[in-house]
């Protein structure tokens, strides 16, 4: 383990797709695609009975559908989806502390401090996927390492219900085979000119000489050569604490483009608003995250009165903040941003001393009813459609 750390990565396996075959037992084995079917609509998720087609989320269903045209296509229940997240998330919690979910079925844990509690990282992994299995009756993939990286890796190794145990000496020997284009961060575009080169693996890419690589990489050269030998030094963040509510996205290719930066903040600002109404909750600040290419990251926050749990106040506001930070920084790579609402508070709350909260308008409402019959593929900002 890189320093002693015991990192564990678990990944739902085909998780919308495989909770609808558990849920309706005449869909097990048969080729499952979770998703919108009008015609923008897109694949959400995709049993492995239907990936063996070539069918995988983000595809349009149309392609999907041309790809493999006796698939079930079933429209997306979020509630469902968000109430088995949270049975899985509480399986985490019962091992560690320090979790930093990455979605609804995929979170980083460091069990590192529960060792000489709860026994082996090795037993704590397949502990983890029995619990999930005899709780929700899904199956998950886990991978064991020293670091985020190498546990990512491993996690995608054997699916599915896999796991994969990357040990120290056992690095060099499993990276060096493996395809560039699993290594996190490097786009399909620079993949495919450093695959111009000759570089097609780890191993490759990790000898690969100052010449072809700062071209693309200028400064982070060295970053990426020690992410190919499997160093990787990033802490797990526990997520944000339960008084305040976020959504956070990691992107493949870093983003530099404003109107892009503006479009994926607003979409994570409606799902963080959404969130906050189904808690039935106002939030008296909006905060931002904001990490650069360089994994520094920063927060800016703005409270307010009187309370909210409105979509168009709390993205007018994340704008604001991303706004003033990027007027410091234009220039910057951006690989994540989130959206946080914080100073929460029960909806039904009124102060008898100031204007009472703000109540979400009819659109936010019809909105939410959208994606609650038809889940979040089915409605989306135009603005996201052109950026990308």
């Known amino acids: 383990m890189d320093a002693a750390r015991a990192i564990l990565h678990v990944d739902m396996d085909a998780f ?26 897109v694949v959400a998720a995709a049993s492995y009975e239907v990936r063996k087609f070539g069918v995988h989320s983000a595809l349009p269903m149309s392609e999907a559908l041309r790809r493999c045209p006796n698939a079930i296509c079933v429209p997306p229940r979020m ?8 049975q899985v998330f509480a399986i985490f919690h019962d091992f560690t502390p320090l979790v930093e979910g990455l979605s609804l079925d995929e979170a980083f844990l460091d069990v590192t401090a529960s060792i000489a509690l709860r026994g082996s990282a090795e037993f704590m992994a397949l502990e983890i996927k029995r619990c999930i299995r005899e709780t929700t009756g899904l199956s998950a993939s886990v991978g064991l390492a020293g670091n985020k990286l190498l546990a990512k890796i491993a996690s995608d190794l054997r699916k599915p219900d896999g796991f994969v145990w990357i040990r120290p000496g056992e690095v060099t020997q499993i990276l060096d085979p493996l395809p560039i284009r699993r290594l996190h961060g490097v786009g399909r575009k620079t993949a495919a000119k450093l695959e111009e080169h000759g570089i097609h693996t780890f191993g490759q890419l990790r000898v690969a000489s100052d010449a072809v690589l700062w071209p693309l990489f200028g400064r982070f050269t060295r970053n990426v050569r020690e992410r190919a030998a499997g160093h990787d030094d990033r802490p797990v963040v526990a997520d944000w604490d339960e008084k305040s509510i976020s959504s956070e996205e990691t992107y493949d290719t870093d983003i530099r483009d404003h109107a892009r930066l503006y479009a994926e903040l607003a979409g994570l600002a409606d799902r963080t608003s959404a969130r906050l109404r189904d808690k039935q909750l106002v939030a008296g600040e909006v905060h931002v995250k904001i990490r650069r290419r360089d994994f520094t990251t920063y927060t800016r926050q703005k409270s307010f009165s009187p309370p909210t749990q409105e979509t168009r106040l709390i993205a007018e506001m994340a704008h604001d903040l991303l706004r003033r930070w990027l007027e410091t920084q234009p220039r910057a790579a951006i690989r994540l941003l989130g959206v946080g609402v914080g100073h929460l508070g029960p909806a039904q709350q009124l102060d008898l001393f100031s204007q009472g909260p703000t109540a979400p308008g009819k659109l936010d409402t019809a909105v939410d009813g959208i994606h609650e019959k038809f889940g979040h593929q089915a409605l989306t900002r135009a603005s996201q459609l052109r950026t990308r």
Do not use: C, M, N, W
């Not at 919308?16 to 609509?41: F, M, W």
């Not at 509630?79 to 949270?86: A, G, K, T």
């Open 79 to 86: 509630r469902r989806y968000q109430e088995v997240s949270r």
């Open 16 to 41: 919308y797709a495989s909770v609808e075959q558990h849920d309706d037992p005449s869909l097990k084995g048969k080729p499952v695609i979770v998703g919108g079917t009008g015609g923008r609509g």
